[in-house]
Nanobody
Framework: VQLQASGGGLVQAGGSLRLSCTAS????????LGWFRRAPGKEREFVAS????????NYVRTVEGRFTISRDTAKNTVYLEMNSLKPEDTAVYYC?????????????????WGQGTLVTVSS
């Protein structure tokens, strides 16, 4: 499946952004779509994931309560609503898909990747 991410931008600390990731092709109920990010000088890290069929979700602890992952099956799109953004959330955000649980957090296990979208949070 091909993934297209969008929605990044520049926002002040405390602000909000919504990222979108639209998939071409069928997404099976066994698939999970996730978001990762890579901050400057750091490795890519897991942010959130959702199983397409069950809507089970998983978040990294540092974004719990601030970020919400959701999906729209009619649009074949998964969203990442980001609130109360902090400068440390600044990163390139990527969406990815995996045939498996949303509790799989290693980027090496995700097969398909979208291009990144840059989120910059100013202090």
């Amino acid at each position: 499946v091909q993934l297209q991410a969008s929605g990044g931008g520049l926002v002040q600390a405390g602000g909000s952004l919504r990222l979108s990731c639209t998939a071409s092709g069928r997404i099976y109920s066994s698939a999970s779509l996730g978001w990762f990010r890579r901050a400057p000088g750091k490795e890519r890290e897991f942010v959130a994931s959702m199983n397409w069929g069950s809507r089970s979700t998983n978040y990294v602890r540092t974004v719990e309560g601030r970020f919400t992952i959701s999906r729209d099956t009619a649009k074949n799109t998964v969203y990442l609503e980001m609130n109360s953004l902090k400068p440390e959330d600044t990163a390139v955000y990527y969406c990815a898909s995996i045939t498996g649980s949303p509790y799989i957090t290693s980027p090496r296990d995700y097969r398909d990747w979208g291009q990144g979208t840059l989120v910059t949070v100013s202090s």
